[in-house]
């Protein structure tokens, strides 16, 4: 199973992916050219817009630039991208078979398909008109070292994907950590405020009642998790913030709707753990306002009762969200 930030019909030439060496694959790309003296070697993807050339060798002809884009029912790639793993030499002449203008003067087409880690089809890798008095008889079992490079450098950036989400994770609840808020939230606020919107930072802290609960354990925090992430929508950002905290950005219409939110989710609590206590803080900015996250959400957090008991006891003590902007 791909990592959920892998979008398989997003072309990877939109992504900054270090994982990636383009200038490797296009180099193997001449290498291929060369053994097989052919007119053109490049990788194919297959991506929500339709095949796309990844990479290619240099050829004379500005045909099969990187970015160039065939249609999604083209044919010819469909049956090279689903092709058994050892590949095909096609030879064009004297078949019907559907070519782009690019093609007009394709005599043949050596190719191996691509795959991401999980087996789903990434594209393929083709050599276009090869030459030599048997040309047709030529295999792509050349290709082979090319198309494990290729596949190695996919499942690489999929593993660094999967830490990267991992690491952004909080492991109890599934929702983002401190980290993961760290890096998300600024984006989104200023993103929110391209368009105008209104948005509020809630804190949530979960407190024990004794005798009858002393202790938050962890079974607490992740039906607290699971009720936030079923009120907020898809545009907020929810993080588990520490052990007790939870964090949300939300995008709201008018600043009363944060009391609106608080009281929700202070009611389904309730009604599944009446033991459990719930304590809230919350900043409000306007979409004209410059305020940074840090001092909003220090703002709602000086609001909690146990952070107004720590600050009486140590009214020297000072907190700053470091990383925040």
Sequence with gaps: MLPENIDTGASI?????TQINLVRWMHQCELMKRYYQAEVAFVVQQTALGFEVIVSSINDSRKYLAGTVYPADLSLFNRLSNNQPDGTNIDFSGQNIPLPNDFASA???????????????????CVLNTQGDESININAFMLEPFQILLQQDLALLCQSQRIESLSMRDRETGMLNHYGF???????????RRFGAHAGILLFELTPTPPALSVIEHKHTRLLGNIIQDTIRTADIAAHYNQSQFVVLIFIDSERDLNHIVMRVKKSLKQQNGLLQLDSGSAFFAPESSAKLAPMLALAKSQLRSQQAHTQDDPNSINFNHGLS
Aim: glycine share 8%; hydrophobic share 40%.
């Design 13 to 17: 030439l939109e992504n900054d992916n």
């Design 107 to 125: 005599r043949n087409i050596l190719s191996r398909p691509l795959h991401w880690p999980d087996g789903t089809v990434f594209g393929c890798l």
């Design 182 to 192: 760290i890096m998300m939230a600024p984006r989104q606020l200023n993103l929110g």
